[in-house]
């Protein structure tokens, strides 16, 4: 029998078909099916080792590039040069493994989950054992405070609920029942008499028999499901891993070139391996990595400060390039706190503000305050909220914001909370009107009851329960403080209430009372009949006030939100419309509806849906595989066990730092601290920053490579002598490329960041024309070095060391003041406060600086093969320095104002 067919079954056909009867099974029988099935736990995935996962750490395109950096360094004698390298390497390694080591913390944290013990019937008498010994059969008792230990079958239920919101999303409880359902494709949520392992009893007890352990479990489905997951590569990585194998091959043909060019000409075969080898060393910025790892660094600083835990670096960046966020519905999008936001009493609607637990918030008749204590039918209401009522209210000591919480049932609590916001607390209410018994809820009845003696000594019963059930116990109705007869017509009003509430997706409950002249009538014979009929109180898990601000901006950032939920269909449209998630047209899918639909058909209309309600965890991972496969960058959000293995799967995977279990976080590649869906939208903000600082400094680096690249070929093919000596191209390698590109790797963000469509995410780190700017800047900046050169030879053919000096100097410069032009993704110099990154304002007059040092100090011209230089020779360096970025930008802006005058001709 499929174990997603138990809930089909009448009680007997379960037993029947798992060969158990009610006293349970024989130790001989348990021992024998584990045996079969084996130990009720979860399976862990192979193991690497230790020095495995480390070692895989350098198989990376990039680390072999740098090592290759690093063997060249050695052989030209730069010692300190190739120590960084592998410092580089080392410390890249030991991140990587750190952050593969905490990845694999999913599976010990489902396995906290499951329970230690549980109480059985073996051998017709009720033992308690360890929970790893369960086998399919056992018969279980369940009570409230329990955590399931396998997945069951509810037998008996005696008022038996369990929160499930970690499996299935459901917000509120799920009462349990023994009865049959029969529809086969039923979604977890709707198994109302199956119960899982991981999930937590909360009211009532019960009996049940075991369905499935271990690996067989739908908690055992999502370990599988963790453990098979592929980690996607982030674009970051794909970029650097092209960059890389770009560069290698580059440097390798350069250095050819100029060694067999330069022989050619007639230069000994020592300095010109000498000079192709350092040029290969420029081609390939071995800094890079560093960089990055730098800039992604105090990317996650900065999101610290904004509430986002990074776990994993690049995943800044990723979110960068998403296209579209599914995200959780409870307690991510809404605050998961039961809020009574609409009440019906004496024929009237009164709206109640104020958010989640905290006892403010006004009643509101036709929009305009009114005191709740002056009208008698809605007094009543408030009281028999308070009184027939279990939950407690309080203020919470342990945080740093007063926070209000509540202990019980969260449908009870938005009961207490409602009272509360009357001044009606249930201490003081207990007080005047103490509770002399209780009827307790159960699922049959769908009521709970309490007998109260009030100031003047008088018995009454108030209940509250479904509307539906209630209603038909009622013989009369409250309206404006009298008791009158309940007509059919009333009733008609009553049950049009409840719909319209229904409607606005809230969840209705009914309250009523009934006078007693003697408490022992309380117990005897059908108590809860000839009621009072109060009003109805609607409520809600209310979205989170700042997350539909959070949506616009996501919107005009060109990126999607979904809903992913495991509530009905009714209440997440409503949330949705509500937060600007559900568009006019846009479709929504309930559980039952992917079951249906194969990986093709949900491919073909992922693109059109935007809610999806009562869904599982395999519905999740299908979302997001389908989502990928039209090519979206995929955020996924959530706090549950169900979410993690799409979290895993998806490209940026989200968890809650407050609300989300262990699972969901250890398989996430980013925490919101404070649970909030606006700090996503800061997280894509700094993410696309981050990778507009990347593309910043790769344009700055290779630009420079560039130039000294063409400044050297040139001088070979036209049969000049070295412009640069080996030393000054790894001095202006080491230092001047890479203190301003680390600064541009912190540079602010531009205003318009988020008002553009999200980057293609197949696109090459040099797309929209950053490979013409590398090119085009770079040549510019090898022709002016180069010019200068030839200038100063041909005014002094003798003085080669200050020919090269000038031309040394020309080619720092020029770096220098190319860097603000790189600051701006499509103006230029002029574009941005030049004084806004202060930071690149101390890199770049630190290397000017150096430069000045390796120039005028005595020690260090005969290393740097440097001479000073005089004011002409200054003057004639920075106006060929110049050249590069002030001419460009004044073609830029000639370009736009041609531009503008056609537009307004036209």
Known sequence: MQKNLWHTMDVQDV??????????????????????????????????????????????????????????????????????????IIV???????????????????????????????????????????????????????????????????????????????????????????????????????????TMITRGKGRAVVTATGMQTEMGLIADLIQTAEEMETPLQRRLDQLGKILVYVALGITAVVVVTGILHGNDLYTMFLAGVSLAVAAIPEGLPAIVTVALALGVQRMIKRKAIVRKLPSVETLGAATVICSDKTGTLTQNKMTVQKVWVGGQFYDVTGNGYAPQGEFLYSGKAIDPHRRQDLKRLL????????????????????????????????????????????????????????????????????????QKNELFMLTKGAPDILLDRCGYLLIDGKVTPLTSSLRRSILQANQAMGMDALRCLALAYRPLKDPSHFQKGDPERDLI????????????????????????AGIKTIMITGDHQVTA??????????????????????????????????????????????????????????????????????????????????????????????????ILSDDNFATIVAAIEEGRSIYDNIRKFVRYLLASNVGEIVTMFLAMLMGLPLPLVPIQILWVNLVTDGLPAIALGVDPAEKDIM???????????????????????????????????????????????????????????????HVFDCRSVDGGIFSRNIFENKWLIASVLSSVVLLLGVMYIEAFQPVFRTVPLGLMDWVIVLIAAGIPTFALAARRATRKTTTRIASSRR
């Open 15 to 88: 037993l029947q078909m798992l060969s158990v009867s009610p006293d349970g099974l024989t130790d001989a029988e348990a021992d024998h099916r584990r045996e079969q099935v084996g130990e009720n736990k979860l399976n862990e995935a192979e193991q690497k080792s230790l020095l495995t996962m480390f070692l895989n750490q350098f198989r990376d395109f990039m680390v072999l590039v740098l090592l290759a950096a690093t063997l060249v360094s050695g052989l030209l004698g730069e010692h300190a040069d190739a120590v960084t390298i592998i410092a580089i």
């Open 92 to 198: 890249n390694g030991i991140l990587g493994f750190w952050q593969e080591l905490r990845a694999e913390k999913s599976l010990a944290s489902l396995k906290q989950l499951t329970a230690p013990t549980s109480h059985v019937i073996r051998n017709g008498q009720k033992l308690t054992i360890p929970a790893s010994e369960l086998v399919p059969g056992d018969i279980i008792f369940l009570e409230a405070g329990d955590r399931v230990p396998a997945d069951v079958r509810v037998l008996q239920s005696s008022g038996l609920e369990a929160e499930e919101a970690a499996l299935t999303g459901e917000s509120l409880p799920v009462q349990k029942a023994n009865a049959a359902i029969p529809d086969a494709n039923a979604t977890l949520g709707d198994r109302k008499n199956m119960c899982y392992m991981g």
């Open 383 to 454: 009281e028999v909220s308070v009184l027939c009522n279990n939950a407690v209210l309080y203020e919470d000591k342990n945080k740093k914001h007063t926070d209000w919480a509540v202990q019980g049932d969260p449908t009870e609590g938005a009961l207490v909370v409602l009272g509360a916001k009357a001044g009606l607390y249930p201490e003081a209410m207990e007080e005047m009107q103490p509770r002399l018994d209780e009827i307790p809820f159960d699922s049959t009845r769908k009521m709970m009851s309490v007998l109260t003696r009030d």
């Open 533 to 556: 009929f109060v009003g109805l109180v609607g409520m809600i898990d209310p979205p989170r006030p700042e997350v539909f601000d959070a949506i616009q901006r996501t919107k005009k």
């Open 573 to 670: 449209e409503a949330i949705a419309r509500q937060l600007g998630i559900l568009p006019q047209g846009g479709l929504t899918v309930n559980g039952q509806d992917l079951y249906n639909m194969s990986d093709k058909e949900l491919a073909e209309r992922v693109d059109n849906i935007f809610v999806y309600a009562r869904v599982s965890p395999e519905h999740k991972l299908r979302i997001v595989k389908a989502l990928q496969s039209r090519g979206h960058v995929v955020a996924m959000t959530g706090d549950g066990v169900n979410d993690a293995p799409a979290i895993k799967a998806a490209d940026i995977g989200i968890s809650m730092g407050l609300g989300g279990t262990d699972v969901a976080k250890d398989a996430s590649a980013l």
């Open 755 to 817: 008002k553009r469509p999200p980057r293609d995410v197949r696109e090459s780190i040099f797309a929209r024309g950053l490979g013409f700017k590398i090119l085009s800047r770079g040549i510019l900046i090898g022709l002016v070095t180069l010019g200068v050169f030839w200038f100063s030879l041909q005014m002094e053919p003798d003085n080669l060391v200050k020919a090269q000096s000038m031309a040394f100097v020309t080619l720092v410069m020029a770096q220098l003041i």
